[in-house]
């Protein structure tokens, strides 16, 4: 029996993803995605890729909103329309998970990380790989067991490595 490779990516690394889809000379600009470049776009979706038609996007209520609400209104026109279109066709190819805000809040992680992030590492816990270049966030997954790419750790790692003579 075949089985979908379950990914979740964080707000932040989501933000990367719709940005880079949309208007990649953008990502240096907006205030969530200023750190990263073109070239960590494309690593994502290349890592993205290596999961090839077997990928299958964990989403939830509480990334989706903190996307939305960060991004909605960073487009204006032809962007703007590119944006509702392309996270449409994204939510409606995802695996929408619930969790309760009462389980997330019971969590230990709550405290440090707040709901949104005490989610993630919940549904984490059912899935092949969480992306995040959130350290806090990554510090408790590696705790958890949980697979993990540290983006921002990985990205850090690369940029150092072009810098060097």
Do not use: W
Not at 47 to 59: A, H, P, Q
Not at 103 to 127: H, P
């Amino acid at each position: 029996m075949h089985f979908p490779k379950k990914i979740i990516l964080d707000t932040n690394v989501f933000i990367l993803y719709l940005i880079g889809m949309i208007a990649p000379h953008k990502i240096k600009t907006h205030k969530r995605t200023s750190i990263y470049t073109v070239e960590d776009y494309e690593f994502l979706i290349a890592t993205m890729n290596n999961f090839g038609s077997d990928l299958e996007l964990i989403i939830c209520p509480n990334i989706t909103t903190e996307v939305d609400n960060l991004l909605n209104n960073t487009f204006q026109g032809y962007y703007k329309e590119k944006y509702v279109n392309l996270s449409k066709e994204i939510y409606k190819k995802s695996v929408e998970v619930y969790i309760k805000t009462i389980e997330s809040i019971e969590q230990n992680t709550y405290y440090d990380l707040g709901i949104t992030d005490s989610v993630i590492l919940l549904m984490a816990k059912n899935c092949d790989l969480l992306i995040s270049g959130d350290s806090k966030l990554c510090d408790y997954a590696r705790s958890m067991d949980i697979p993990l790419l540290d983006f921002k750790g990985i990205i850090n790692q690369h940029s150092y490595a072009k810098k060097a003579p």
